[in-house]
């Protein structure tokens, strides 16, 4: 053991790793597959199950890069951006949960910030995003002005 | 929830993998003793990430197989504290309620960091939060197959290599009882005392 702490990985990360590593497995055929790998093909298609279920999903490298550019000005810990990163939280509740402190650290203003910029850089699933839209618009029609 | 750790080991290639690229053999057999398997107070190892170094590779007398020194590094699933994390409820006992993640499933919540007040109700197995609100209390069920929002508040490594033989006086009939206590190498402790912890199902606006 050299370093037992050496990085932090995002889900996105690790979800880009297996599923190359998936790719490659298939490609290189199955007459490679000895008894020993049962324990990785195993671990594999569990975390990959696992991960598939959340954001990451929908992420890309640009994507990331953006989003962590866009959380400079909030002074924010990498485990606190890592777990925006990784959950995609729509409220305010989700926010105080990841962020410590947030009661002194951030302002109402900058809690609703936050989940601007994470809900706009973030990509969510595009059908609950559709389904958001509508609900939106319906209850838009439903108070005049 | 994953890690990159750097490590170092000595991996040994049998002479009928020389045909493969050496580093393909060498990631195979990093992968065959790592993958899936709880390394002592680091975590649950997941797959390979790269190799940093190969030193040379040496061939002792008396066995024909190549070893290698490497340097690589590994995704480690290990969570730090405090950390949010979303599993599903396997189930309820007294100790808590048991979440797995699919690939891990050693997650405990314990009775005392449940929403509170909560009960456990004999007859279906199954921990409950008995919500107040002016109307009176609602009971929310935590059923087993509910997608549910947790702490990680403590986590333990127990290490599970075997002892050498026990000196304690070898019992004289035919069958000896192997008294091994199944322990998870590797167990998290959560908690969902806080606003907005919990079933998903609780917190949903729609």
Known sequence: MKDANAALLSNFEVFQLLTDLKQQRKDSGKHKQSSGQQNLNTIMYETLKYISKTPCRFQSPEIVRDFLIAMKGHKLTKAEKLQLLNHRPMTAVEIQLMVEESEERLTEEQIESLLQTVSSILPGNPEEELQRQATMAAEEDDDPE | ?206
């Open chain 2, 1 to 206: 929830m994953f890690v990159l750790v750097e490590m170092m080991d000595t991996v040994r290639i049998p002479p009928w993998q020389f045909e493969m690229k050496l580093n393909d053999s060498i990631a195979e057999e990093l992968n065959k003793k790592l993958a899936n398997k709880v390394v002592y107070n680091v975590g649950l190892c997941i797959c390979l990430y790269d190799i940093t170094k190969l030193e040379d590779s040496y061939i002792f007398p008396g066995d024909g197989a190549s070893h290698t020194k490497v340097h690589f590094r590994y995704v480690v699933f290990h969570p730090f504290l405090d950390e949010i994390l979303i599993g599903e409820i396997k189930g309820c006992s007294q100790d808590g309620v048991h979440v797995s993640l699919g690939f891990f499933d050693d997650i405990v919540i314990p009775p005392e960091s449940l929403q509170q007040p909560a009960k456990f109700d004999e007859a279906e197995q199954v921990w409950v939060w008995e919500y107040e609100t002016e109307e009176g209390a609602h009971d929310l069920y935590m059923d087993t197959g509910e997608e549910i929002r947790f702490r990680i508040v403590d986590e333990s490594f127990v290490d599970t290599s075997p002892t050498g033989p026990s000196s304690t006086e070898a019992s004289t009939s035919g069958a000896t009882e192997e008294v091994q206590k199944k322990e998870a190498p590797y167990t998290l402790v959560g908690s969902i005392s806080e606003p907005g912890l919990g079933l998903l199902s609780w917190w949903t606006n729609s």
